[in-house]
């Protein structure tokens, strides 16, 4: 068995949808990077946010005592988990100019308002990767992930942001992620100019606005 991962496993692929320039628009950004090779590594996190509440002391004692159970120790705690556990991919990464897919296609940077090669605010692909740390900048300074979409109503929220990548992605084993972002970095320095770190943490949420639709469209 390859040690390997296939190289359309290590492409990152982020999706953002809103109205960052007061464009009158709501449209789609897609932010793209990949991976596989010494220039271009990969590193991807799961981790899960165990939330619990934790009893000790007299809890402990008093479960005992209504039990008659031994529990061998009256000084540890009890801790139970309510299901709000959140689920966090974290990637990291590296993006360069002319960063291309498994398939030879050019990576997507923003919502290819300009065409490969002309920076605009919200279009950075084919341009330097300086200009790129800026989009994406822009992209999330100026909009709102959220479990509902434009919840503030000034059409600044797109709802979840969609985070593809492993096997999370269409034709994958699992479906591709609805996240948040939590606190995205991606870094820039004259000393390494062709390329930029990139560091992605995302936490799964869910999206409810089918869910609102489904209420708000019920005549019963």
Same mark, same amino acid.
């Given at each position: 068995?390859?040690?390997? *991962?296939?190289a359309? @496993?290590?492409?990152?692929?982020?999706?953002? =949808?809103?109205?960052?320039?007061?464009?009158?628009?709501?449209?789609?950004?897609? $932010?793209? $990077?990949?991976?596989? @090779?010494?220039q271009?590594?990969?590193s991807?996190?799961?981790?899960?946010?165990?939330? &619990?509440?934790?009893?000790?002391?007299?809890? /402990?004692? /008093?479960?005992s005592d209504? &039990?008659?159970?031994?529990?061998?120790?009256?000084?540890?705690?009890?801790?139970?988990? $309510?299901?709000?556990?959140?689920?966090?991919?974290?990637?990291g990464?590296?993006?360069?100019?002319?960063?291309?897919?498994?398939?030879?296609?050019?990576?997507?940077?923003?919502?290819?308002?300009?065409?490969?090669? &002309?920076?605009?605010? &919200? @279009?950075?692909q084919?341009?330097h990767?300086?200009?790129?740390?800026?989009?994406?900048? $822009?992209?999330?300074?100026?909009?709102?992930?959220?479990?509902?979409?434009?919840?503030?109503?000034d059409?600044?929220?797109?709802?979840?942001?969609?985070?593809?990548?492993?096997?999370?992605?269409?034709?994958?084993?699992?479906?591709? *992620?609805?996240?948040?972002?939590?606190?995205?970095?991606?870094?820039?320095?004259?000393?390494?100019? =062709?390329?930029?770190?990139?560091?992605l =943490?995302?936490?799964?949420?869910?999206?409810?606005?089918?869910?609102?639709?489904?209420?708000?469209?019920? =005549?019963?």
């Amino acid at each position: 068995m390859s040690t390997e *991962l296939a190289a359309e @496993d290590q492409v990152v692929r982020l999706r953002i =949808t809103g109205d960052p320039d007061d464009s009158g628009m709501s449209r789609e950004a897609v $932010f793209e $990077f990949a991976g596989g @090779d010494q220039q271009s590594p990969f590193s991807v996190t799961h981790e899960k946010r165990t939330e &619990t509440r934790s009893f000790s002391g007299t809890p /402990l004692t /008093l479960f005992s005592d209504l &039990t008659g159970t031994d529990l061998g120790t009256e000084n540890a705690d009890i801790s139970l988990d $309510f299901g709000s556990s959140t689920f966090a991919l974290t990637l990291g990464g590296v993006v360069t100019a002319d960063q291309r897919l498994p398939d030879g296609s050019e990576c997507q940077w923003g919502d290819g308002a300009g065409g490969s090669g &002309t920076l605009t605010q &919200t @279009d950075a692909q084919g341009c330097h990767v300086a200009y790129k740390a800026s989009v994406l900048a $822009f992209w999330l300074r100026n909009t709102r992930q959220s479990s509902v979409e434009d919840a503030l109503g000034d059409g600044s929220g797109g709802g979840p942001a969609i985070i593809e990548t492993l096997q999370y992605r269409p034709g994958g084993v699992f479906d591709p *992620l609805e996240v948040v972002l939590e606190s995205p970095s991606m870094s820039y320095s004259a000393d390494s100019p =062709t390329v930029a770190d990139i560091d992605l =943490t995302v936490v799964e949420i869910a999206s409810l606005d089918q869910a609102l639709d489904a209420v708000t469209n019920d =005549t019963r």
